[in-house]
């Protein structure tokens, strides 16, 4: 019996930013997932579903490229899928990036071939919040020349922060230097029930309701002093510090850190504190004594080193929080002697494509 149903987007399947919009939401989505896991796993792994199956998403980075705007085709690194409209996003960003189009069109900037390493704009990246009104848009050329300087001054009028960033290496990312900021020069988000900014250069959870749900989950699993590492803009750390005496969080990433304070302060949390340094560098020299660890690493994982370094130093609880099963899965074979798995959630925070969230509970053996 065919299962699939109408995708409601005109570029699927040709577009890699969806897999699965052919198939129902929840039941048919979250069933394929939760195989998946069960097929890494070895043991069933439910999985939570997004309150929202479409335009959830706060983050989309729209590749220019080709004479084209949009994202990659699926399995084609070289070739882009001009995108009109994408449903995974809220429809002003649509409607911002259909006004962008024609302010570049008018002003001559011209694209860049990420091929041949030739050209000017690489990026528009557009942040848009769920619970807040925000809009913010960044631009990420590959030279200083300030061409982009008048379309950043047009954008203000649909965006409430507008970015210029330069990204001048052979890396093909959508983060760079802050070159100028117009409006805000950040986002604000709800989650949990307090206020978070975020810059052009920062991660943040990219849907806001299904970090919440998480947030929800792992609470009861932290208790006294907390370690939370990769702590990005202060997500978890500040939620979780009214159920902890005292939370530290640890992160690399200066401008994040700069905004953890900030979201600190504005929220009137004073048991938080935050460290700007590699977390394999921190865990090496700290000497304080920690209960709970909360680790929300990014896609590569941990890894070996640093999970050694955190066995060292003894915490009755890790909680782990993971974007990418496969990696999540290598690095809890280094676990297993000194600590036993007792919670593992799934979460859907990208519906419509393969991708599932991982929250994990271990408890020192």
């Given amino acids: 019996m065919d299962t699939t149903i109408p995708a409601r987007c005109s570029h699927f399947p040709l577009c890699g930013g969806c897999a699965y919009q052919d198939l129902p939401y929840p039941q048919g989505q979250i069933g394929q997932k939760e195989e998946v896991l069960k097929r890494l796993f070895g043991f069933s792994v439910p999985v939570a579903d997004s309150p929202i199956a479409f335009e959830y998403r706060n983050r989309m980075d729209f590749v220019c490229a080709f004479g ?28 911002a990036l259909r006004a962008i189009r024609e302010w570049l069109r008018q002003g001559d900037i011209k694209d860049h071939d990420y091929l041949k390493h030739m050209g000017y704009l690489r990026y528009i990246v557009c942040r848009v919040t769920q619970f807040t009104d925000d809009l913010m848009i960044s631009f990420v050329t590959a030279n200083e020349e300030p061409h982009i ?12 922060s507008v970015n210029w960033l330069v990204n001048d290496t052979l890396s093909e990312t959508s983060f760079g230097r802050i070159v100028q ?13 307090l206020l978070y900014r975020a810059g052009p250069n920062t991660f943040f959870q990219n849907n806001a309701h299904v970090a919440g749900k998480i947030l929800e989950h792992i609470t009861p699993f932290v208790s006294g002093n907390v370690a939370d590492l990769f702590c990005g803009v202060g997500t978890l750390s500040l939620v979780l510090a009214s159920h902890c005496i005292h939370v530290t969080g640890v992160e690399s990433e200066a401008e994040s850190i700069r905004f953890a304070h900030e979201n600190a302060r504005e929220n009137n949390v004073a048991n938080c504190s935050f460290v700007c340094s590699p977390v394999k560098e921190w ?26 370094k955190i066995l060292k130093l003894a915490p009755q609880s ?14 809890m074979r280094f676990f297993s002697d000194a600590y036993a798995l007792q919670d593992l959630q799934g979460f859907d925070m990208f519906p419509q494509t393969p991708h599932v969230e991982l929250a994990a509970l271990f408890k020192r053996n």
């Fill in 68 to 95: 084209k705007i949009g994202l990659r085709e699926r399995g084609k690194f070289y070739k882009v899928v001009d995108i009109e409209h994408c449903h995974l996003v809220h429809p002003k960003v649509s409607e």
């Fill in 149 to 160: 300087v008048p379309i950043m001054e047009k954008t203000c009028s649909i965006a409430t």
């Fill in 181 to 193: 900021s117009m409006g805000k020069g950040y986002f604000t988000e709800k989650i949990g029930g």
């Fill in 283 to 308: 865990l090496a020299t700290t000497t304080e004594s920690f209960d709970t660890f909360v680790c929300d690493p990014p896609r590569s994982g941990m890894g070996n080193k640093i999970i050694k």
């Fill in 318 to 331: 890790i909680v782990y929080v993971s974007c990418n099963p496969k990696s999540f899965a290598d690095d």
